[in-house]
């Protein structure tokens, strides 16, 4: 059975940080490229940060650029996403996402609210 499941979401004031984690397993993870993707409320999801299989490529959206970084445990199966300087703006459902050529699968997602 797959499963991918996001911990560390929470609630911090701008400026503070947060690692998220999303632990996977039922599928060769080390083979699949991961996302971490964001929702916020009334807006369209939108992918944040890419890692390549090896961990050897990474991708960041413009507005996260600088401020998160997305890394993996292929011995751990586990994907991260360090969050530093967070803003208003970046309060969103935080979604896991594993991806091949062939096969998707998502995570339930993790709050991360950003308020003073």
């Known amino acids: 059975q797959v499963q991918l499941v996001e911990s560390g979401g929470g609630s911090v004031q701008p400026g503070g940080s947060l690692r998220l984690s999303c632990a996977a397993s039922g599928f060769t993870f080390s083979t699949y490229y991961m996302n971490w993707h964001r929702q916020a409320p009334g807006k369209e999801r939108e992918s944040v940060a890419a890692i390549s299989s090896t961990g050897g490529s990474t991708n960041y959206a413009d507005s996260v650029k600088g401020r998160f970084t997305i890394s993996r445990d292929n011995v751990k199966r586990t994907v991260y996403l360090q969050m530093n300087s967070l803003k208003p703006e970046d309060t969103a459902v935080y979604y896991c996402?594993?991806?091949?050529?062939?096969?998707?699968?998502w995570g339930q997602g993790t709050q991360v609210t950003v308020s003073s």
């Open positions: 996402n594993a991806y091949s050529q062939t096969r998707a699968y």
